[in-house]
């Protein structure tokens, strides 16, 4: 299967998400014709993002989160997904490198991979 680069919902039309294709077929998790609760009701938006996500039959071995838009409703689904998935893959954007660069966020297994983390981490 393709890989998918899920954007939460529809952007800024300056917002340049050349790179973004290039880790596969964009999608929106959300779109205007659909209607969704305030994301200051924190409960409700999860459930919400919850259905989202099943509804499109996320898999963080394959999709990819593209960390773009409005960071209340893109935290928000970040949690969403940690508390459903070990690990899962995101795009950033690096300023640097003018570019969206993929990353695994999740939690780490043991207490070598925790060692592994903060060196990695450090080292960015």
Known sequence: MTTRVFILEPIRKDIDLGTAFNFGDIEYLVDSTVHRCSAFDTDGYQRFLTRRLDKVKYDPERDIICIV?????VST????????CESFRVLMYSS?????????LGRPQNEGERK???TASRAV
């Open 116 to 118: 592994e983390a903060v």
């Open 69 to 73: 838009g409005s960071m209340v409703l």
């Open 77 to 84: 689904l970040l949690v969403v997904i940690a508390q459903r």
């Open 96 to 104: 640097t490198d003018c570019a969206y660069i993929e990353r695994r």
